[in-house]
């Protein structure tokens, strides 16, 4: 898997600082080839100062990377970044301000030869604090980008209240608990944050136990770990809330020891068939029977897409791990169908 180019997909509403985070990439010397893949020049207003050389549809930046635009079909422009001379450490591909992720991450599980040579790294987010709550009550697709992140930028921070960021932080926690979530202002992420993240090697996913809110430390409320248990907007002392998204849920399991290969695959197709359209995302890494590696999966509604990866450590305990988020999950159906995978 390690010689796959990453690819990271980059996503949030117009005006959230997509266009100052690409600026970034593409003009600061991080010493890294990027490929940066957008819907329009126009938008990003590329600083002519820093274009080394243009052909067609794609502009040489000084820094090393590159800059190209989606114009139909992403496919095609995939396979014509990597077949250019010159290894890129990354590609970005940047969707509109209104687009739902899905259809983007999903070409990375259907073309064979992006697939022989691409993979998906992560799906960024970048969010207004200061609209994002406003966001959330009124347009799904904001809900979809929040709940398909593996990183969220909370950008423009100190445009609100401490009270604000704590109040929306609760809102982006109730609907995906599990992204890697970054407070900024002028989206001022170290790059690493945001490339290279390597969501689906497992040492870093199954940072899967959910960040929670912190709280200061003489606050002594015990946190239930079910995050979808607590009451809607449920004061925990100091202000601090956590929501219960009606529409939004996110479910991890996990098994000690080995799962059954044999009864685990034919569950997880079933249920990403049947259930596909309401599940956003899926992932898990898993220690399948008489199996050194690890099995990595990761899935976008109905699409899967799996491999081992590196072998478990001699240190490291053997469990399985899934997440699902998305839309009217059956917990206990889940859970059920999980547990019963586990290896005799």
Same mark, same amino acid.
């Given at each position: 898997?390690?010689?796959?180019?990453?690819?990271?997909?980059?996503?949030?509403?117009?005006?959230?600082?997509?266009?100052?985070?690409?600026?970034?990439?593409l003009?600061?010397?991080?010493?890294?080839?990027?490929?940066?893949?957008?819907?329009?020049?126009?938008?990003?207003?590329?600083?002519?100062?820093?274009?080394?050389?243009?052909?067609?549809?794609?502009?040489?930046?000084?820094?090393?990377?590159?800059?190209?635009?989606?114009?139909?079909?992403?496919?095609?422009?995939?396979?014509?970044?990597?077949?250019?001379?010159?290894?890129? %450490?990354? /590609? #970005?591909?940047?969707?509109?301000g +209104?687009?739902?992720? @899905?259809? *983007?991450?999903?070409?990375?599980?259907?073309?064979?030869?992006?697939?022989?040579?691409?993979?998906?790294?992560?799906?960024?987010?970048?969010?207004?604090?200061k609209?994002?709550?406003?966001?959330?009550?009124?347009?799904?697709?904001?809900?979809?980008?929040?709940?398909?992140? %593996?990183? /969220? #930028?909370?950008?423009?921070?100190? +445009?609100?209240?401490? @009270?604000? *960021?704590?109040?929306?932080?609760?809102?982006?926690?109730?609907?995906?608990?599990?992204?890697?979530?970054?407070?900024?202002?002028?989206?001022?992420?170290?790059?690493?944050a945001?490339?290279?993240?390597?969501?689906?090697d497992?040492?870093?996913?199954?940072?899967?136990?959910?960040?929670?809110?912190?709280?200061?430390?003489?606050?002594?409320?015990?946190?239930?770990?079910g995050?979808?248990?607590?009451?809607?907007?449920?004061?925990?002392?100091?202000?601090?809330?956590?929501?219960?998204?009606?529409?939004?849920?996110?479910?991890?399991?996990?098994?000690?020891?080995?799962?059954?290969?044999?009864?685990?695959?034919?569950?997880?197709?079933?249920?990403?068939?049947?259930?596909?359209?309401?599940?956003?995302?899926?992932?898990?890494?898993?220690?399948?029977?008489?199996?050194?590696?690890?099995?990595?999966?990761?899935?976008?509604?109905?699409?899967?897409?799996?491999?081992?990866?590196?072998?478990?450590?001699?240190?490291e305990?053997?469990?399985?791990?899934?997440?699902?988020?998305?839309?009217?999950?059956?917990?206990?159906?889940?859970?059920?169908?999980?547990?019963?995978?586990?290896?005799?």
């Amino acid at each position: 898997m390690s010689d796959k180019i990453p690819v990271t997909v980059l996503t949030g509403y117009l005006g959230a600082g997509k266009t100052t985070l690409l600026n970034r990439i593409l003009s600061e010397d991080h010493g890294h080839k990027f490929a940066v893949i957008v819907n329009e020049f126009g938008e990003i207003g590329i600083d002519n100062d820093l274009v080394v050389g243009a052909d067609e549809e794609v502009f040489e930046m000084n820094n090393g990377c590159i800059c190209c635009t989606v114009r139909g079909d992403i496919i095609r422009i995939i396979n014509g970044l990597i077949k250019r001379k010159g290894k890129f %450490d990354a /590609i #970005i591909v940047e969707t509109t301000g +209104l687009a739902d992720p @899905a259809p *983007v991450a999903q070409t990375f599980f259907v073309d064979q030869e992006v697939q022989d040579t691409a993979r998906l790294d992560a799906v960024v987010t970048v969010a207004d604090a200061k609209w994002l709550a406003a966001r959330l009550k009124d347009a799904p697709e904001a809900k979809n980008q929040i709940a398909f992140a %593996d990183v /969220i #930028i909370l950008n423009k921070i100190d +445009l609100v209240t401490e @009270a604000e *960021v704590r109040e929306v932080e609760a809102r982006i926690r109730a609907i995906n608990p599990y992204a890697k979530l970054h407070k900024t202002t002028k989206a001022q992420v170290p790059l690493d944050a945001v490339l290279g993240r390597n969501a689906f090697d497992l040492d870093r996913i199954l940072e899967i136990e959910p960040e929670f809110l912190t709280v200061d430390e003489h606050d002594h409320h015990d946190h239930d770990h079910g995050h979808h248990h607590h009451d809607h907007g449920h004061d925990h002392g100091h202000g601090l809330k956590h929501y219960h998204d009606e529409e939004m849920q996110s479910v991890s399991f996990r098994i000690d020891g080995d799962v059954d290969p044999n009864k685990f695959m034919p569950w997880i197709n079933h249920i990403v068939q049947t259930e596909g359209p309401n599940i956003l995302r899926s992932k898990g890494i898993l220690a399948f029977k008489d199996e050194p590696a690890r099995f990595v999966f990761q899935g976008v509604h109905m699409m899967l897409d799996g491999d081992t990866q590196r072998d478990w450590r001699k240190d490291e305990k053997r469990e399985c791990k899934v997440v699902f988020i998305g839309r009217n999950l059956n917990e206990a159906e889940l859970r059920d169908g999980f547990m019963a995978c586990k290896a005799a």
